[in-house]
């Protein structure tokens, strides 16, 4: 069982930034792929970024790339989603997810989820 919970979100304005922090307990944190995923209100869970066991490799969507950065420290068995440049689109509650694949990308690609964490853009 692998625990996780983010923590980081706020209200900023659009062209501001936000590092969101998702710290895990339980099972060995190095052994997952961590994601991040966002929710807005109606819409279905997306994908946002996600970093494999090593930290080496990443992938981001289209609609991130450029802006969002995500890294791990496996001594702080934590991941950071580092947001640039957000806009008001961004805003959703954000979600990180612990998965064994190599760098799933689809929610039901992951095992373990924290409680979310709201992150709203004003324009």
């Known amino acids: 069982q692998v625990q996780l919970v983010e923590s980081g979100g706020g209200l900023v304005q659009a062209g501001g930034s936000l590092r969101l922090s998702c710290a895990a307990s339980g099972r060995t944190f190095s052994n997952y792929a961590m994601g991040w995923f966002r929710q807005a209100p109606g819409k279905e869970r997306e994908f946002v970024a996600v970093?494999?066991?090593?930290?080496?490799?990443?992938y981001y969507p289209d609609s991130v790339k450029g802006r969002f950065t995500i890294s791990r420290d496996v001594a702080k068995n934590t991941v950071y989603l580092q947001m640039n440049s957000l806009k008001p689109e961004d805003t959703a509650v954000y979600y990180c997810?612990?998965?064994?694949?190599?760098?799933?990308?689809?929610?039901?690609?992951?095992?373990?989820w924290g409680q979310g964490t709201q992150v709203t853009v004003s324009s």
């Open positions: 970093i494999g066991w090593s930290g080496l490799r990443k």
């Open positions: 997810a612990a998965g064994s694949g190599t760098l799933p990308k689809a929610p039901n690609e992951y095992n373990y």
